[in-house]
């Protein structure tokens, strides 16, 4: 039986399915990709852990008390046990900001009368404007001062101890535009490299398309599987770029740069070799999955399962769409 997927003209329905699910993927990266931290702004509060504390209740505790937007707790076991509790930031305060960059200053100062009631102002603050973002700046650090005590009542832990990080809306939309930015370039530059060393319009077609696939089928399964694009994943997302070109470039040399045998004979050898480096890889990712999800190290799950989606997705792009364009090619050139 002829195993050779690529033999009898077959090559040519291949790309049938990447396309399909190119379609599928691209819904979810526009529709239900969501952001964290890094690049939506927010505040990530690590405590110490002396309690037991049941996250999933936790959580609908503090939003009933709260309201905060995207709150997200999670927790460590170990010998340094943590409590983690992350959000972009609390309703009413977000209202208080849109209404005085609005200029809507009497219905900031409402808002933060219902919260700390009426304050004493200092002489040289003059002018309903200034007023109003006095009543938001100290709405903001009560709001603040009683998260910190209720996590410290939680947690058993003194806030002398807390580690708080806080990063700006507008640091986020910067680190996120750098973020794009470093995609952009990582692409453009490996597509520059690769028509260098092959000299072929065709070829380097061929490969700039890889990443570009893997890119969206990576966004698409963070969006499916709700995990947020951060630095952490964004870097995730550049190694599965840097593994797409080395399995194309690999395609590539064995398909067009060797001449024994037929096109479609040293593609699927280069498929054979390209599918045990792929499972190898695959298969220990898997196992850094396993373990940072029993340890609990958040990071460490996102990180491993968007380069086992992306390698998935590689394997799909490079052995589905690159190999018959390459078979081709080369047919092309034997004319």
Do not use: C
Request: aromatic share 8%.
């Amino acid at each position: 039986m002829n195993m050779n997927i690529y033999e009898q003209d077959r090559y040519k329905k291949l790309f049938i399915i990447p396309i399909i699910l190119l379609l599928i993927l691209l819904f979810f990266a526009t529709t239900r990709l969501t952001y964290g931290m890094d690049f939506q702004g927010g505040t990530r509060i690590t405590a110490p852990l002396e309690k037991e504390v049941d996250t999933a209740e936790l959580e609908i505790e503090m939003n009933n008390e709260f309201d905060l937007i995207d709150l997200d707790i999670r927790k460590t076991e170990g010998a340094d046990s943590v409590l983690i509790v992350s959000y972009v930031g609390h309703n009413a305060i977000m209202h208080m900001e849109e209404d005085l960059e609005a200029g809507r200053y009497e219905e900031v100062i409402q808002r933060a009368q219902e919260i700390i009631g009426e304050i004493e102002l200092e002489g040289d603050i003059e002018g309903e404007e200034e007023i109003a973002e006095e009543y938001l700046s100290q709405s903001e650090s009560h709001i603040n001062r009683q998260i910190n005590i209720y996590i410290s009542e939680k947690a058993g832990s003194e806030e002398e101890y807390f580690s708080i990080d806080s990063i700006g809306a507008a640091m986020g939309q910067q680190f996120l535009q750098q973020a794009r930015n470093a995609i952009l370039a990582a692409i453009l530059f490996i597509s520059i490299l690769v028509f260098y060393f092959f000299r072929k319009i065709l070829v380097s077609l061929a490969v700039f398309q890889a990443p570009i696939y893997d890119m969206i089928f990576g966004l698409g399964a963070m969006g499916l599987f709700q995990i947020p694009l951060t630095l952490g994943t964004v870097a995730a997302l550049l190694m599965v770029i840097g593994y797409s070109i080395d399995s194309d470039i690999m395609l590539a040399m064995k398909t067009l740069g060797r001449k024994e045998g037929t096109p479609e004979e040293r593609a699927f050898g280069a498929m054979k070799t390209g599918l045990t480096m792929s499972m190898t890889t695959i298969s220990a990712l898997a196992g850094l999955l396993i373990i940072s999800h029993l340890t609990q190290i958040h990071i460490l799950v996102s990180i491993s399962l968007i380069l086992i989606l992306g390698l998935i997705g590689d394997t799909m792009t490079t052995w589905f769409v690159n190999a018959p364009i390459m078979i081709w090619i080369s047919k092309r050139e034997n004319k």
